[in-house]
């Protein structure tokens, strides 16, 4: 059971979100800083960034696993080596999703009904590979959602602060 959980870590890279919450984090305590906060809004904000980051990795993975197959550094990846399954992928994705999106409409009105345009984007990265060179780019503006949203789910704005920052994290 510990082996299979650890595989679906390594299947959405936990570790990279881990790597990736500052980004978030750092908008929600700035945008906190005048006003009250509580726990309970901070771990809405945590599980809204990290269903949205897994939901975008098994995406990643599910759009890509025909491209993974063929490469031989990517062959061995879950879905092309067939530790994990397509339709366990595409339920694992539904499900951060929703997810998301429940977390998101928790926060406040606003960040749910933008949570919906979120996960098209997030899928869009994938597709973004095939046809641009500039897909990085695209990667970084889903990375830069976090700030946004987490100076959305607390001030239902975004300030300057938040969009120098969400602009760093997309040229970072």
Same mark, same amino acid.
């Given at each position: 059971?510990?082996?299979?959980?650890?595989?679906?870590?390594?299947? *959405?890279?936990?570790?990279? !979100?881990?790597?990736?919450?500052?980004?978030?984090?750092?908008?929600?305590?700035?945008?906190?800083?005048?006003?009250?906060?509580?726990?309970?809004?901070?771990?809405?904000?945590?599980? %809204?960034?990290?269903?949205?980051?897994?939901?975008?990795?098994?995406?990643?993975? *599910?759009?890509?696993?025909?491209?993974?197959?063929?490469?031989?550094? !990517?062959?061995?990846?879950?879905?092309?080596?067939?530790?994990?399954?397509?339709?366990?992928?595409?339920?694992?994705?539904?499900?951060?999703? *929703?997810?998301?999106?429940?977390?998101?409409?928790?926060?406040?009105?606003?960040?749910?009904?933008?949570? =919906?345009? %979120?996960?098209?984007?997030?899928?869009?990265?994938?597709? !973004?590979?095939?046809?641009?060179?500039?897909?990085?780019?695209?990667?970084?503006? /889903?990375?830069?959602?976090?700030?946004?949203?987490?100076?959305?789910?607390?001030? /239902?704005? =975004?300030?300057?602060?938040?969009?120098?920052?969400?602009?760093? =994290?997309?040229?970072?």
């Amino acid at each position: 059971m510990v082996a299979r959980i650890f595989s679906w870590f390594e299947f *959405i890279k936990i570790g990279h !979100t881990v790597f990736a919450l500052p980004f978030c984090l750092i908008s929600a305590i700035l945008a906190m800083r005048d006003f009250a906060w509580s726990w309970r809004q901070m771990a809405w904000i945590v599980s %809204a960034f990290v269903f949205a980051r897994a939901f975008a990795m098994a995406m990643n993975r *599910i759009l890509d696993r025909r491209y993974d197959a063929l490469n031989p550094r !990517t062959s061995g990846r879950h879905l092309p080596a067939g530790s994990i399954s397509l339709s366990g992928a595409a339920w694992f994705a539904l499900i951060c999703g *929703i997810a998301f999106a429940h977390s998101a409409v928790t926060l406040n009105l606003l960040c749910g009904f933008l949570s =919906v345009p %979120a996960l098209g984007y997030l899928a869009l990265y994938s597709y !973004t590979k095939r046809f641009t060179q500039w897909s990085h780019l695209v990667l970084g503006g /889903g990375l830069a959602m976090a700030p946004v949203g987490a100076e959305l789910a607390v001030l /239902g704005t =975004v300030s300057i602060l938040a969009q120098a920052l969400a602009a760093a =994290v997309v040229f970072w």
